[in-house]
């Protein structure tokens, strides 16, 4: 069965918990390493109950970028093989951390007429590797 559990914001670390049964359970939560402790009572039950719960807490949400410069059109002078482009670089935000952001070029990179037109890639990685 599943067991959901929903906090009380007014108390931190209380949770009213319905097991499969339907049966309710007031609980709080104490962390230790890598154990949760959950101390429910059975309503009409004098006597609470301790069960440990291993729980894995996991990142589901990769970095997103929220703005990304348009498609730039330049000119190179006669005779020039190539020109300087510059541009706002994209910004990462990540609900755990942005550990790093990768760009095939960066602002002020020479681009060349020769393969034009060239794709810019940005990306990024959080802290939990996605």
């Given at each position: 069965g599943t067991t959901r559990a929903r906090a009380f914001p007014a108390m931190p670390g209380a949770f009213a918990v319905n097991d499969a049964t339907g049966i309710r359970h007031y609980a709080t939560v104490?962390?230790?390493p890598s154990v949760v402790r959950f101390t429910t009572t059975v309503p009409h039950s004098i006597l609470p109950k301790?069960?440990?719960a291993f729980v894995s807490v996991g990142d589901i949400f990769p970095p997103q970028f929220q703005t990304c410069p348009r498609d730039i059109d330049t000119v190179a002078p006669?005779?020039?093989l190539g020109v300087i482009v510059f541009w706002d670089a994209p910004a990462a935000?990540?609900?755990?951390g942005v550990a790093a952001v990768?760009?095939?070029h960066a602002p002020g990179d020479y681009f060349t007429i020769a393969g034009s037109p060239h794709t810019v890639e940005y990306s990024a990685m959080?802290?939990?590797g996605l």
């Amino acid at each position: 069965g599943t067991t959901r559990a929903r906090a009380f914001p007014a108390m931190p670390g209380a949770f009213a918990v319905n097991d499969a049964t339907g049966i309710r359970h007031y609980a709080t939560v104490a962390e230790v390493p890598s154990v949760v402790r959950f101390t429910t009572t059975v309503p009409h039950s004098i006597l609470p109950k301790q069960a440990p719960a291993f729980v894995s807490v996991g990142d589901i949400f990769p970095p997103q970028f929220q703005t990304c410069p348009r498609d730039i059109d330049t000119v190179a002078p006669a005779g020039v093989l190539g020109v300087i482009v510059f541009w706002d670089a994209p910004a990462a935000s990540d609900n755990v951390g942005v550990a790093a952001v990768k760009a095939s070029h960066a602002p002020g990179d020479y681009f060349t007429i020769a393969g034009s037109p060239h794709t810019v890639e940005y990306s990024a990685m959080d802290e939990a590797g996605l």
